[in-house]
């Protein structure tokens, strides 16, 4: 490579660029403040990542091919970058003044955000299998030190352990799916996989259908598709709430994009088979999903439950396979980030502490003692449920008509039965808010602070603007979408 | 498969002289048993304990403190073998590379890693 097209290269990661030197920045000075001022690493983490956010729009919609085809900039990454940087903006937000109630103010919590983060862009933009990898492990080393960063809150190190022993035999499926795929394609990059499929009969390939079924699991593990869900409730439960809320948004959403880029790049002859196997997968995972939310009566679990029945859903844009399906999951994804960190946020702030639970009791007679909370925790839920007039509908309504335009009814069906079985655990929320007596003993809302305050309003304001005026983003999708399909 | 025959010679002469050593040096050695041979090592000193005991948690992050600057090492070599066919660029990025690493290393000084209470 020339100076020429290394200096390219690096255009296309100036946000991970931005975000590592934060990162860097937050660790170095974390060493020089006193214990009490460690707030400050919130606020300097936000500043790198708004820069990071104006820097994708600077440079984001020109398409890059980076490293000699290891990577790419396109709309698409794009689209994901933003995702996850929205994301990583609200959860610094919250965890601020989390991080100062539970007593876990320290200046490697944010540079451990913004590592994971730097690997969930990278696995947006990957062309080729190895950047695939290198972003997910960047990811999910992180996130595992995350999940158990309360080191002496027992379930917190418990869910920490049972994510990175289940998280590294994922690596190990993926990492053997990529080999046996290589061994029979002789490439690494997904357009060389893709170049193999249009020339050879793969269906009688068992080194390639074996590489391709590992590749999934894979994926599966990490987007927490039933039946490879296992680790997520407790994993969920554990990890700190701020950090719930991230792993909900930033690497689902990172993952996934992974898995639409190789579908739609490596795979389009393929699609059949593939889409077969996704089918059962997306119908188990959102039936499973909500029919244990069902029984939960702590919201945090609950909400941990229904998240692995939205990845279900998302899960049926793919299996649409097409343009419409994957705008769908891609608008889904984004406005889930929105609404779940929302929901994460008032239980976060409904809660006496860590140790004593998230008890779906504490929610008793709030909707009216503090009527604000129980309005935007409503707002959340119903859109969480896919009720008009939110952007969780709107979603919802889009990747079930990109499923019935395919022609899948079956798995629409199962899908809108599943959604409105999930109104009841979501309502079940709202009718402790407001139609139960209080409980004899109040339990007082946390101190909302400007962060929080703050990112309550953008996730309220995104989830009606979105629902009442989607278009905009909408077409943002579509053009990410494009820019792979055509690519 | 013709350039692969220097590799099976290869193999198969490993496998007989291993196998060949060890069959000889049974038939013919001394043999003498004592309690000593049972020890998973002969070196002369008595055992004083089993080695299966709890091992302090320090040890752990010394081994990954070296993994992380052997790891260096191994980029290292191959851009020093390369440093003229690089020039400028390869030295801007190495620079960046060990600036890195340098930020993990005063942070795990700073934060007290290297040192052994």
Sequence with gaps: MDLQSILLSLKAIVPEMILTATGCLVLLYDLLIPEENRGVHAGISAVGVITALFSVLWFGSERIEAFSGMLAQDTFGSFFTVVVLVSLLLTLMLSRSYNDWEGIQKGEFYALLLFSSVGMLVMAKATDMMTIFLGLELLSIPIYVLVGFDRKRLSSVEGALKYFLLGAFATGFLLYGMALLYAATGATSLSGIAAFAGKENVFGNTLFLAGTALLFVGFGFKVSLVPFHMWTPDAYQGAPTPVTAFMSAGPKAAAFAAVIRVLVVAFPESHPFLLKGLWVVAALTMTVGNVSALVQDDVKRMLAYSSIAHAGYVLVGLVSGDRLGGQAAMYYLFVYSLMNIGAFAIVMLLSEGEERGYAIENFRGVGFRYPVLGALMTVFLVSLGGIPPTAGFVGKFYLFSAAVKKGLILLTVIGVLNSAASVYYYLRVVVYMYMLPERAEEVRPRPVGVGVALALFIATVGVIALGIFPKGLLSFAESSILSIFLS | ?117
């Design chain 2, 1 to 117: 498969m013709q350039e692969y025959l220097p590799v099976l010679l290869l193999l198969a002469f490993a496998v007989v002289a291993a196998t060949g050593f060890m069959v000889l040096s049974g038939l013919t050695g001394p043999k003498r048993f004592e309690r000593g041979k049972e020890d998973p090592f002969e070196c002369g000193m008595p055992l004083f304990s089993d080695a299966r005991r709890r091992v302090t948690v320090k040890f752990y992050l010394v081994a990954i403190l070296f993994l992380l600057f052997d790891l260096e090492t191994a980029f290292l070599y191959p851009w020093a073998v390369l440093f003229r066919k690089l020039g400028l660029f390869g030295f801007i990025e190495m620079m960046v590379f060990i600036l890195i690493l340098v930020v993990g290393l005063v942070y795990a000084w700073k934060s007290g890693a290297l040192e052994w209470q």
